[in-house]
Each structure stands twice: as C-alpha cells, then as structure tokens.
C-alpha cells in the first residue's frame, strides 16, 4: 500500500473535546477575488482566516526515517511552514498502529492563519516533506479579476 497526502484549505479548523478535528467551510479548488477596475499598487485581499489541514496516511511495512515536515506557499508570500513532526513521535504513531492493526498510520498537521493577505494572483500549494522527499499535497488557484 502506497503513502498518501491529502489537504485541505478551508476557514477555520476547531478542536474538539474528545480529540478529533471539525473542518469548517472546506474551500473550493478555485477562489476568484473581485477588484476594482483600477487597483492601486500594493493592494492586496484579506482573508480573514484560512485554515490547512494536512493528514498524512503512511504505510505501516515501511518507517521514514528522520523528521517530517510540511509547508504552504501563498502567491507572493514567502513559505511557511506547518510544523515538524520529529521522530519519536512517528515512532510511537507506528506502535499505537501495530498496536490496533491498523494498515495506515495517520500523522496531522494543521494550522489557521489570520488574517492572510494576498497581493498578487496565483496557487497556493501544501506540500509533506518525508526522507528528503516533497510531495504535492493541496493546491488553491487564487484570482483576482476585475
């Protein structure tokens, strides 16, 4: 069984007693912003929030070594990153799935950022980083259109 990444852009992510996630208003694959007729230099677009949320699903017949990482990258912003997850925490994420014979052992970043200003058209993009490896997990094309 192979590894999948899937991500996720939407406006808010909560965090539930028990645990779990609520994914709140799931964005669509292609955002039109709407600007003036004449926009002035620098003008940019508020999103209040914009939430990502990465689950990663790993094979349990094969561990990463080292650390895995995750980031976005927003058209004209520099790369953020979502975080690391080192390895005693993929260790004991194999264990509890062995544990539950379970055939994937999941691993979750996510991240809100607010507000999120955007100047400039284009895709935004989330990608996994395991064993030096980056794959291509979400993408959002962002337009402005007048």
Do not use: W
């Not at 007693?17 to 620098?42: C, K, L, Q, W, Y």
């Not at 379970?102 to 691993?107: A, D, E, F, S």
Request: glycine content about 8%; proline content about 7%.
């Amino acid at each position: 069984m192979a590894n999948n990444y899937i991500g996720i852009f939407c406006e808010d992510i909560r965090e539930e007693t028990a645990g779990s996630h609520t994914i709140v208003g799931v964005m669509p694959d292609n955002i039109n912003f709407a600007s003036p007729a004449i926009r002035e230099p620098g003008q940019s677009f508020l999103f209040p929030k914009m939430g990502i949320y990465l689950r990663i699903n790993l094979d349990t017949s094969h561990k990463p070594t080292g650390s895995i990482t995750a980031r976005v990258s927003f058209p004209g912003l520099p790369d953020m990153g979502l975080g690391e997850i080192a390895p005693d925490a993929i260790e004991k994420a194999f264990a509890e799935s062995a544990a539950n014979n379970t055939p994937l052992v999941g691993l979750i970043f996510k991240a809100v950022i607010s507000p999120l200003q955007i100047s400039q058209s284009g895709l935004a993009s989330v990608f996994a980083k395991v064993e030096e490896k980056e794959f291509l997990a979400a993408t959002l094309n962002i337009q402005m259109v007048t």
